[in-house]
């Protein structure tokens, strides 16, 4: 994140070359769910919510992307691009002693989108085939990010909605908490950032 003093002293920096000016900021954030385990349902299927924290997760990236911008003091006129360029799933505590008893089996399928009223959802990640196979499923998992541009989708509102297309598999044995992790890059011109530019 760009302290405000640096901020304007790249703004300083471009005005004075008369050029468009270019910087990078990484948004992180985090949000964490329980899945329930198999003796808790009773025999039921999981449902998406209880697998992908959808709506937690989207909050906890606007509170990331709206502190960032009113530290740096930018607009949201002055983003050239924005990114989805992380997104990974954590067991946590998967062991018990030295067997491993929680994992990512209870999904078969994941894809992530991003959208806002009015705007179509850009498919910013998705899992690969198989990536969450066996019993109890591996402990942490990198989803692949398509690299889609989500610009549009950012000016067009200021709530952006992360959704979930999941295709769950088996629930967990036992209770297993995940924590997912995003990190969106933005591209901001510095000098439009402040109207110079």
Excluded: H, W
């Excluded at 949201?76 to 954590?90: G, I, P, R, W």
């Amino acid at each position: 994140m760009l302290r405000p003093s640096l901020a304007f002293a790249l703004v300083a920096i471009a005005t004075s070359t008369g050029c468009e000016q270019l910087t990078t900021v990484v948004v992180p954030a985090e949000s964490e769910i329980e899945v329930p385990g198999s003796n808790i349902l009773g025999g039921n299927p999981l449902v998406a919510n209880q697998v992908f924290p959808a709506s937690a997760l989207s909050d906890a990236l606007a509170q990331s992307i709206s502190q960032t911008f009113d530290t740096a003091g930018y607009n949201k006129d002055a983003v050239d691009s924005l990114k989805l360029t992380k997104l990974t799933m954590t067991v946590e505590e998967p062991n018990q002693g030295d067997r491993q008893i929680r994992g990512l089996g209870f999904v078969e399928k994941l894809t992530i989108a991003v959208g806002a009223e009015g705007v179509d959802a850009v498919v910013a990640a998705e899992s690969d085939d198989g990536a969450f196979e066996g019993a109890p499923g591996p402990a942490s998992y990198d989803m692949p990010v398509t690299g889609a541009e989500l610009v549009d989708v950012f000016k067009a509102s200021d709530a952006m909605q992360m959704d979930a297309d999941l295709e769950p598999s088996d629930p967990p044995q036992f209770a297993t908490t995940v924590l997912f992790e995003t990190e969106l890059t933005i591209e901001v011109n510095v000098v439009g950032a402040l109207g110079g530019g």
